[in-house]
T-cell receptor
Framework: AQKVTQAQTEISVVEKEDVTLDCVYE???????LFWYKQPPSGELVFLIR??????QNEISGRYSWNFQKSTSSFNFTITASQVVDSAVYFC???????????????FGKGTKLSVIP | DTGVSQDPRHKITKRGQNVTFRCDPISEHNRLYWYRQTLGQGPEFLTY????????KSRLLSDRFSAERPKGSFSTLEIQRTEQGDSAMYLC??????????????FGQGTRLTVV
C-alpha cells in the first residue's frame, strides 16, 4: 500500500525566511512518481512538480527547490525568501508510474498549512 | 480552454436529497478523476475514467455514488440520498495517457457540498 506522511501540520514563518516542508513516502513499487501541489484558499490544487523514482537530481525553480532522497524515502520542498503569496496548504502526493494499465491515482499526504506573516 | 472546470462551486442540500456535480476536463485529456477532500485532509481518490470507460472505483464510492462520462468528455458525479458525512469538497482532475506514460493531473476548483 502507498502512504504519504507530512508530519508538519502547520508552519508559520516571517516573510523572507526560508522554509522547508517535509514529505516521507512509502511504496513497494520500484517505479513511481512524486508530486507537490499547492492549494490556496480558493481551493484549486495547483501542480508544482513531478519527479520520477529514477531521477534523484534536486530541482530548482525560482524560489522553489526540491530534494528527493530515495535512501530516506523523502521528497522535501523548500521555499526560499518566502512571500505572503506563498501562504497555502501544500500537499505531497505519490502514484505508481509503470506504463501499464495503472490508474495513476494519487495518494496524498494530509498537507502542511504554510502561513507567511508580513 | 484554460483548465478543468467544475459546476457548481458550492452546493447546500438537505439530507436525503440527490445532488449532481459536473466536471469539464482539459479538452485533450483522456483521463478524468474524481477525488473527495474533507476538512484538514488530503484528497482521496474516488474513481477514474479513461475516455468513457470507468476503469477503477475506490471502496469509498458507496452504492449511493455514481459517476458517468458518457462521451468521453465531461463527467458527472451523482450522490443519491445524501448524508451529512457526504459533506466535503469534490475535486475533479484530468490528465493525458498515451500508453507511454501519464502526464500530471490538473485539478479543478472543486465543488463544496454541505449536507444539512
Amino acid at each position: 500500500a502507498q502512504k504519504v506522511t507530512q508530519a508538519q501540520t502547520e508552519i508559520s514563518v516571517v516573510e523572507k525566511e526560508d522554509v522547508t516542508l517535509d514529505c516521507v513516502y512509502e511504496t513497494r513499487d520500484t517505479t513511481y512518481y512524486l508530486f507537490w501541489y499547492k492549494q490556496p484558499p480558493s481551493g484549486e490544487l495547483v501542480f508544482l512538480i513531478r519527479r520520477n523514482s529514477f531521477d534523484e537530481q534536486n530541482e530548482i525553480s525560482g524560489r522553489y527547490s526540491w530534494n528527493f532522497q530515495k535512501s530516506t524515502s523523502s521528497f522535501n520542498f523548500t521555499i526560499t525568501a518566502s512571500q505572503v503569496v506563498d501562504s497555502a496548504v501544500y500537499f505531497c502526493a505519490l502514484t505508481e508510474g509503470d506504463s501499464g494499465a495503472g490508474s495513476y491515482q494519487l495518494t496524498f499526504g494530509k498537507g502542511t498549512k504554510l502561513s507567511v506573516i508580513p | 480552454d484554460t483548465g478543468v472546470s467544475q459546476d457548481p462551486r458550492h452546493k447546500i442540500t438537505k439530507r436525503g436529497q440527490n445532488v449532481t456535480f459536473r466536471c469539464d476536463p482539459i479538452s485533450e485529456h483522456n483521463r478524468l478523476y474524481w477525488y473527495r477532500q474533507t476538512l484538514g485532509q488530503g484528497p482521496e481518490f474516488l474513481t477514474y475514467f479513461q475516455n468513457e470507460a470507468q476503469l477503477e472505483k475506490s471502496r469509498l464510492l458507496s452504492d449511493r455514488f455514481s459517476a458517468e462520462r458518457p462521451k468521453g468528455s465531461f463527467s458527472t458525479l451523482e450522490i443519491q440520498r445524501t448524508e451529512q458525512g457526504d459533506s466535503a469538497m469534490y475535486l475533479c482532475a484530468s490528465s493525458s495517457w498515451q500508453g507511454a506514460g501519464n502526464t500530471e493531473a490538473f485539478f479543478g476548483q472543486g465543488t463544496r457540498l454541505t449536507v444539512v
